[in-house]
């Protein structure tokens, strides 16, 4: 009977029973979690591609401060009698350096630099630079040092005096007095019959992350720790690998003085063997102890990944041979040792002495990036049998390869649980209908094997080329229901690539764009900060119709514990075009127990191809307070929405 009077009703109303949303009723065991979620659950993966080391992240200002690209004039335009010469160099490693006569014919002689597509000078903001300079003139020699905006007028001025024939490190500091992204550095010598040598030639702002002197930049660092990370990958990627051996990251080449940290290429000066950034190369200056120190920075686990002998197997594809992957091997070991030794060790007193005497306390390693074919796995065995004998506690990440699946992911699976790695890096660049297909991908994923590091992963909407759209993040906070739900065996997760310059990038989309300036946060940004800040510490079964929800009406739903708080958090994404109503009971509540109040933080757009732009994110978290009632809440889910709720519950 009371049937009958609400669909009259609804008649009357002029709504036609089809078009009234049915509700979806789902159940969370609040009594027995399934799973512990890992602190390091929701991290950050780093790789210098896009700028997004030097030219992004570090915050040097000047490209080439050494002259030791191969053409070592590359962002610098000389004016009047400058030579790059490399007698007596003040550093070894980094042997050239200019020598700059003032002789007469020009007014001046000197260089500008023109930095990373422009340097980003702010109004009032302060920027410390600074030279290592000699001179073998009988008298001082001035050095004059101007910021130049792009119209090229009122420069901002400073001046040093150099003395002696000894090489000496100069420092000034320049207030800006003006705002342009795409400023130029100039260094001369104003008077006439003057000459000098100069190297190392450095512009940082004061204000980096934390106040460091080598520093990093304040905005792009913060808001990686506004992600609160649990896990920070570095160095890559593909850099890890290096277009050729010669070229590999090779850690202890990014340690110790930054001056004499000898310049590597860049593997994304190529893309598909085409070199199509030949000003890319690595100064290095932001190394392991730089990445070390921002892990310990930002509360994440520093996850080093080493090469293992194979060079980008997509570019020269070069192969140690495993009778020489010893000192490859020995710089795994050393590593270990850089980050956990004690002072008295070799490594242990070289970080020791940058300033850190504490161990970095590392509890894992990666070797290799996503390499592939039994090449990989060889030389995996050799390094992992090194790593368990001098290392038993330290994790081994090992690859399942550049794919979600194929050969190459088949192959490789059965190799790592055969050779005992403890974690296996998965990648996958995918549509946005593979990342909700995959909600359920580790639903059946072996419990006893290595667990997995979703290493890479980002979802490309190929039909708006690739770009950060609302489409592209929803898919990716749809598919990570199903990370959250099997925290069991996913133990890390970190989207990829994180930075790009918007003036300079190699691959999109990414995480974070970024210009001179500023930066902007893309919708994947703000879900993957909805997912790291509510992380949760155990997986509560959640299920509709006693199912997993991992797409079943346009819904996907995760439920967590947060033993911290106390708190029920629940993640639930509608990718539907229509509102979804949807009612939770809580099951295994005390008996006295009832959720006393909640609130939900939530992402939604109408349009799947909204995007955020610098200087207008529109893509953002808001909140809202929501209803709750007893032991259940009914929840009316926008059309294209994700929401975090985060339920409070009362002890009796
Ligand atoms: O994230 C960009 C690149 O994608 C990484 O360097 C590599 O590991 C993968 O191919």
Request: with cysteine; net charge negative.
């Amino acid at each position: 009977m009371k049937y009958r009077t609400s669909i009259s009703m609804l008649l009357a109303a002029g709504i036609s029973l089809a078009a009234t949303a049915q509700t979806h009723n789902m159940t969370v065991d609040v009594a027995n979690p399934a799973a512990t979620i890992q602190p390091t659950m929701y991290g950050v993966f780093f790789e210098d591609i896009n700028f997004g080391a030097d030219g992004g992240l570090y915050a040097e200002l000047v490209k080439n401060r050494s002259f030791e690209f191969p053409q070592p004039f590359v962002g610098w335009t000389p004016f009047g009698d400058v030579t790059v010469m490399d007698e007596n160099p003040a550093f070894d490693r980094n042997p050239h350096y200019v020598h700059v006569v003032n002789d007469g014919r020009l007014l001046r002689a000197g260089l500008d630099n023109d930095g990373y597509r422009g340097i980003g000078i702010k109004n009032g903001k302060e920027y410390r630079f600074s030279v290592y300079a000699r001179t073998s003139d009988s008298r001082p020699v001035k050095i004059a040092v101007e910021l130049i905006n792009s119209a090229g007028d009122n420069p901002v001025k400073g001046e040093l005096t150099v003395t002696g024939n000894k090489w000496e490190k100069y420092t000034l500091i320049l207030k800006a007095n003006y705002t342009d992204a795409h400023s130029r550095l100039r260094v001369l010598l104003p008077d006439k019959g003057t000459s000098v040598d100069m190297d190392h030639i450095s512009l940082f702002p004061v204000d980096t992350w934390k106040n460091r002197e080598n520093g990093l930049r304040a905005d792009l660092a913060q808001a990686i720790y506004d992600l609160n990370p649990g896990v920070f990958r570095f160095p890559g990627g593909c850099i890890i690998e290096g277009n050729s051996l010669a070229t590999r990251y090779q850690w202890k080449n990014s340690v110790g003085p930054v001056e004499n940290r000898p310049l590597n290429e860049n593997r994304w000066n190529y893309t598909f063997k085409h070199r199509a950034f030949p000003d890319y190369f690595q100064s290095l200056g932001l190394g392991f102890f730089e990445y070390f120190l921002f892990s310990e920075d930002i509360g994440a686990e520093p996850l080093p990944v080493v090469s293992c002998g194979l060079s980008c197997q997509y570019e020269s594809n070069e192969v140690v041979p495993l009778d020489e992957l010893e000192p490859y091997i020995q710089d795994a070991l050393d590593l270990i040792e850089f980050a956990n030794g004690d002072t008295t060790t070799v490594w242990g007193k070289v970080r020791a002495q940058m300033g850190h005497p504490e161990p970095f306390n590392l509890k894992m390693i990666g070797v290799g990036n996503e390499q592939w074919n039994k090449v990989y796995v060889e030389r995996l065995e050799m390094f992992t049998k090194a790593i368990r004998e001098k290392y038993p506690d330290i994790k081994i990440v090992g690859s399942s390869g550049p794919e979600a699946d194929g050969e190459k992911f088949d192959y490789l699976w059965p190799e790592m649980k055969r050779v005992g790695v403890d974690l296996v890096d998965e990648h996958y660049y995918k549509e946005p209908n593979w990342f909700l297909a995959n909600a359920g991908r580790y639903d059946s994923y072996d419990r006893k094997g290595p667990k997995v590091f979703a290493g890479e992963y980002a979802s490309h909407d190929h039909s708006a080329n690739k770009h950060n759209n609302w489409r592209a993040a929803l898919s990716e906070a749809a598919f990570m229901t199903g990370l959250e739900r099997n925290a069991d065996v996913v133990l890390m997760a970190t989207y990829a690539p994180l930075l790009a310059h918007f003036d300079a990038w190699q691959w999109n989309p990414d995480m974070i764009w970024f210009d001179n300036m500023q930066l902007m946060r893309t919708p994947s940004y703000y879900v993957q900060q909805m997912y790291g800040m509510n992380a949760g510490t155990d997986v509560l079964p959640l299920l509709m119709d006693g199912k997993p929800v991992t797409g079943q009406e346009n819904l996907y739903a995760t439920a967590a514990l947060d033993s911290n708080t106390g708190e029920i958090i629940l993640k639930i994404v509608n990718t539907g075009d229509k509102n979804a109503e949807v009612n939770i009971n809580f099951n295994g509540l005390a008996k006295k127990s009832k959720i006393v109040s909640g609130y939900c933080t939530y992402l939604q757009n109408d349009s799947l191809i909204a995007e955020n732009s610098l200087g207008n994110e529109t893509i953002i978290p808001r909140t809202r307070p929501i209803k709750v009632s007893d032991k259940e809440i009914a929840l009316d889910l926008q059309p294209y929405s994700f929401g975090v709720y985060r339920l409070q519950v009362s002890k009796k």
